[in-house]
């Protein structure tokens, strides 16, 4: 695999459903990235609100699932509809509710290039409105199995999360991986269909050899749309 920035070819994959209101962003944020994703690619989960005439209209092709189908299900159909894969592909998956700064992929892959065992990276997330709230810089999990960002509350940004580190897992919001780790590991668990699935993939990244970053100077603003309930959510037994 080349260590080059300019042999890695990247697809981005948006996932959205009912996301109107953050979509227009979103694309903005794609189109004015340093390192452009070579192809963008979008996967509608049943949207009434108009988010697949908006992505079309953007020049960004759609594929449709039912409003009940899951996270994973959505990025599997995306992958399964790309070209067979290359050695220096990487897959740069995005909710509808979460806007990159421009530099933030071109970050995230020299964070990875220049660490050959990284099999995924991941952003540090802000909000999405007070854009200095840390939401995330990386997952792990208590010895009872909640979710654990070690952030103190409200936690503002003021650089001391910039670095580099290995963590257990990151958010499915602006998560690369390799195609080749994606394929290996058989995508997302199907038994997760929204939430807990990037902890998951995180642990059998390790278990599989690979290590997971978080890249503090790869920055991206999330909504937390469905967390905060500000859409509903229509994926049965999502919990």
């Known amino acids: 695999m080349s260590n080059k920035l300019e042999d890695q070819y990247v697809t981005a994959i948006i996932v959205t459903h009912n996301g109107v209101t953050w979509l227009s962003e979103v694309v903005a944020a794609l189109s004015s990235q340093k390192f452009k994703p070579n ?14 005439k908006l992505l079309r209209n953007a020049g960004i092709p759609v594929i449709a699932q039912d409003r009940d189908a899951g996270f994973g299900s959505a990025i599997a159909a995306a992958v399964s509809s790309l070209p067979k894969s290359e050695n220096d592909e990487w897959l740069w998956i995005l909710h509808d509710d979460c806007a990159p ?10 964070a990875a290039l220049e660490r050959p065992q990284v099999g995924i990276a991941g952003p540090k997330i802000l909000g999405w409105h007070d854009r200095k709230h840390i939401l995330e810089v990386g997952i792990s999990i208590t010895e009872n199995g909640t979710r654990w960002t070690g952030l103190e509350e409200r936690e503002h940004d003021q650089g001391q999360h910039d670095e580099t580190k290995t963590v257990l897992a990151v958010s499915t919001a602006g998560m690369l ?5 994606y394929e290996e590991l058989g995508g997302f668990d199907p038994s997760l269909e929204l939430f807990r699935d990037d902890i998951d993939l995180g642990w059998r990244t ?11 100077e790869a920055i991206l603003y999330h909504a937390e749309a469905a ?4 859409r509903s959510v229509d994926v049965r037994d999502a919990v």
């Open 177 to 181: 991986i390799k195609r080749s780790l």
């Open 39 to 52: 192809e963008i690619i979008a996967v509608d989960n049943g949207s009434i609100d108009g988010s697949p």
């Open 227 to 230: 967390t905060s309930e500000r």
């Open 101 to 110: 700064d421009r530099n933030a992929l071109r970050k995230l892959l020299i």
């Open 206 to 216: 390790h278990i599989a050899g690979y290590s997971v970053v978080c890249v503090g």
